[in-house]
Structure formats: C-alpha cells, structure tokens
C-alpha cells in the first residue's frame, strides 16, 4: 500500500505564497500522474493541478498562472508552487497519486493539508 504524506500547508496573508510538498512511500512498481485537488468548506473536491510522469501539466483555470507543479521522480514527490494566493484559494488541498503495482492500478489520496488566505 502506498501512503502520500503532504506537507507545507499553512496561513498566508493574500499576495503570499506557500508551497506544500506530497511524498509517496510504501510498495509499488511506479508512480504515474500525481496531482492536487483542493476541497473548501461546502464545496466539491476540485481539481487544482495534474503532472505526469514525464512532466506535461495541466491547471485549473482559476489557478493558471499563479500555481506552479512539480515533481521529482526520484523521490516520488510533487510540490504546488502557489504564488498570488487569493482568500478563494482557501481550501483543504490532496495529494493524489496514480498508483502502479504489479498486481494494479489504483489512486491513492494523501490526508490533506490546510491552505488558509486571509483577506
């Protein structure tokens, strides 16, 4: 089984800028799309950011240009570069990870991390 362990969450006012991190450990063949979502109070998990493996992305609209994801094969970790951040960015923000193993194929979710903009 594979855990995603995130980190960098925090308070930050508006203008600010954080950059949470999600590494992955645990039994498997590889690690494909890794990617954050963002939840906030009496909303739907949305997507924020997608990386594959070989480095294309993909962003949310409200988000392009302000956010930046990476990762770092070698260690299984993927990091949000969030720069500009607006009080709507507000939100519990997941890690997610394709998982390959040799048995399947499955999405694992980090626990979440608290990203909190004040005005």
């Known amino acids: 089984q594979v855990q995603l362990v995130e980190s960098g969450g925090g308070l930050v006012q508006t203008g600010g800028s954080l950059r949470p991190s999600c590494a992955a450990s645990?039994?498997?063949?590889?690690?494909?799309?890794m990617g954050w979502y963002r939840q906030a109070p009496g909303k739907q998990r949305e997507l924020v950011a997608l990386i594959t493996r070989g480095g294309t992305t993909n962003y949310a609209d409200s988000v392009r240009g302000r956010f930046t994801i990476s990762r770092d094969n070698a260690k299984n970790t993927v990091y949000l570069q969030m720069n500009s951040l607006k009080p709507e960015d507000t939100a519990v923000y997941y890690c997610?990870?394709?998982?390959?193993?040799?048995?399947?194929?499955?999405?694992?979710w980090g626990q979440g991390t608290q990203v909190t903009v004040s005005s």
């Open positions: 997610n990870a394709r998982v390959v193993t040799s048995q399947r194929i499955y999405d694992a």
């Open positions: 645990g039994s498997f063949f590889s690690i494909n799309t």
